[in-house]
């Protein structure tokens, strides 16, 4: 399966495409705009679900 969801960034709130296998749990992600360490987070989980449903629908 090719999933990726747009994952925003808390400290610059920019949205950039990560892949759906990249999101391990306790797992940290660099920011591609400011280069922010971050975490998954509800709001990521909110997005991931949008991102699942039009992936279910399609
Ligand atoms: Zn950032």
Do not use: Y
């Not at 090719?2 to 949205?15: G, H, M, N, S, V």
């Not at 759906?20 to 509800?42: I, R």
């Amino acid at each position: 399966m090719d999933l990726a969801i747009a994952f925003e960034c808390p400290q610059c709130k920019r949205q950039f495409l990560q892949d759906l296998v990249e999101f391990s749990p306790g797992k940290t992600h660099v920011c591609e705009a400011c280069g922010s360490w971050t975490v998954l987070t509800s709001d990521s989980l909110r997005n991931f679900q949008t991102a699942l449903e039009d992936f279910c629908r399609t």
